[in-house]
Structures are given as structure tokens and as C-alpha cells.
């Protein structure tokens, strides 16, 4: 198989994303859940000797504190998404950041659809002046979209991401 350059100056940095969705998702949850379970067994429970009394072995109280963690996580993620205005604020925030979100994100969208969408503009222009439709202001605001559909057909973006990226 052979890279091209870019696909290949590209592969560092989808490495490092790669590397860091699958430690911080998978690793470092595994390992953090495992030692909290050991460090509250081993500093709490075995010091305090009522706790020690039903929980003489670890085995169990891992057992239990994941029968009560995982669907406690779970509630406490759904209300997270559906119910509290956190998840909403946080997705406000990562699509004002995107810079894709700005652009035409290559494949379909640069190759059919927004091609098919000025194509459609440009008709229904040719329609509506045809037929005396359109006031001078409307003529000129088809010619901005225009204008921001070429500029996005050609690689370039419209508005400006909040962290202010340049492509």
C-alpha cells in the first residue's frame, strides 16, 4: 500500500489520538477503577474493624462495590447527558471549537452534496430572475451564499472557530 506524503506527515498525530482515546478511555479507567477498589479496601475498610467484619476478604467487597458502582455510574451518566444542562454546555463548546464545523468535511459533502447544493442555487437564481422574482437585496444575498458555498468547495472555511484555528 502506498502513502502519500500528507497521509503520511498525517500519521504521527493520529497515532497520538489513537494512543490517548484508547489510555484514557480504556487503561486508565481499568487501572483507576481497580485502584480505587484497593485503595479503599486497604486504607478504609481494613482500618475501620466494624467494615472489616463484613468485608474480611477483598474479593467481596470488589464484587459489591461493582454491583452497586456500575449501575450507580450508570444513572449518574444518564442524568449527566438527559438531565442536567452540563453535557448540553459541553457539546455547545466542543462544536464552537470545531474547526470542521466551519468547513466541508471531505467525501460526500465535497464531492456531491454541496456541489448538487450550488448547483440547485444557481437554477433556482436563473428561475426566479427569469421570471422577475427576485428584489435586488435577494440577488445580492444569493450571491454572498454563493460566494461562501465556492469558498467552502474550495477548502476554505466561513465564520471563525472560537479557538480561532486557521486552516
Do not use: C
Not at 106 to 112: D, L, Q, W, Y
Not at 140 to 157: H, I, N, R, S, T
Amino acid at each position: 500500500m502506498h502513502l502519500n506524503l500528507k497521509a503520511a506527515s498525517r500519521l504521527p498525530y493520529r497515532a497520538w489520538y489513537y494512543f490517548r482515546l484508547g489510555y484514557s478511555t480504556y487503561l486508565t479507567f481499568l487501572l483507576g477503577y481497580a485502584s480505587t477498589l484497593v485503595t479503599v479496601y486497604y486504607l478504609a475498610i481494613k482500618n475501620i474493624p466494624s467494615l472489616l467484619d463484613l468485608f474480611p476478604k477483598f474479593v467481596p467487597f470488589a464484587v459489591l462495590a461493582t454491583v452497586i458502582g456500575v449501575p450507580l455510574s450508570i444513572a449518574v451518566g444518564w442524568v449527566h447527558l438527559k438531565r442536567s444542562r452540563l453535557f448540553s454546555s459541553e457539546t455547545d463548546i466542543s462544536m464552537e471549537a470545531n474547526p470542521y464545523n466551519y468547513k466541508v468535511v471531505p467525501g460526500k459533502e465535497t464531492e456531491v452534496s454541496f456541489p448538487v447544493l450550488l448547483f440547485i442555487v444557481r437554477i433556482l437564481r436563473r428561475l426566479a430572475e427569469s421570471k422577475g422574482l427576485m428584489t435586488d437585496a435577494e440577488k445580492v444575498e444569493v450571491d454572498q451564499l454563493e460566494d461562501k458555498m465556492l469558498a467552502l468547495l474550495g477548502g476554505g472555511y466561513i465564520g471563525t472557530p472560537r479557538r480561532g484555528i486557521n486552516f
